[in-house]
């Protein structure tokens, strides 16, 4: 797995290379039951699936459980679906008291029968949002990959 990260104006973005077509990891992140297993900041979470509408305008409400039971409840709507190319949705806790609409866009290429993801979220009010985010997201994608491995 190939990693370049940067935060810059309160976004991260971070691109993996990962070992399956571009199909597979679409799917990965369009499949409930796939979204269940790798969906999650670090192995011993739980992710839950609360509602989820893959259709533009559409809404989803996920939840990763701590091995304590502390939720991490996030939730928002289908902003753009391309097949095989690219997600847009918007992302907002269900704890924070500002309810701010942060936006994620996940691009995907194929190359050389791998799939190259570039992922982009963006309108983070605080550089320590955007870092907190990035960790976040550094455990989900290592949980993606993994998937594939």
């Known amino acids: 797995m190939q990693t370049a990260d940067t935060i810059e104006n309160y976004s991260v973005t971070m691109n993996r290379t990962l070992n399956a077509p571009i199909k597979a990891v679409y799917e990965a992140w369009t499949q409930k039951e796939a979204l269940t297993t790798w969906f999650k900041a670090h192995p011993d979470m739980q992710t839950i699936i609360n509602t989820f509408d893959l259709q533009v305008g559409g809404k989803y409400h996920f939840e990763m ?31 924070d008291e500002l309810k701010v609409d942060s936006l994620v866009t996940i691009d995907l290429l194929e190359k050389d029968g791998k799939t190259e993801l570039t992922l982009l979220h963006e309108r983070f009010v605080s550089q320590q949002v955007a870092d907190m985010h990035n960790e976040g997201w550094t455990g989900c994608l290592a949980q993606l990959n993994d998937f594939f491995n």
Not at 67 to 91: A, I, K, N, R
């Open 65 to 95: 459980r701590e091995p304590d039971g502390t939720p991490h409840v996030m939730y928002g709507e289908y902003v753009s679906l391309s097949p095989f190319s690219q997600l847009v949705f918007t992302w907002k806790w269900e704890t």
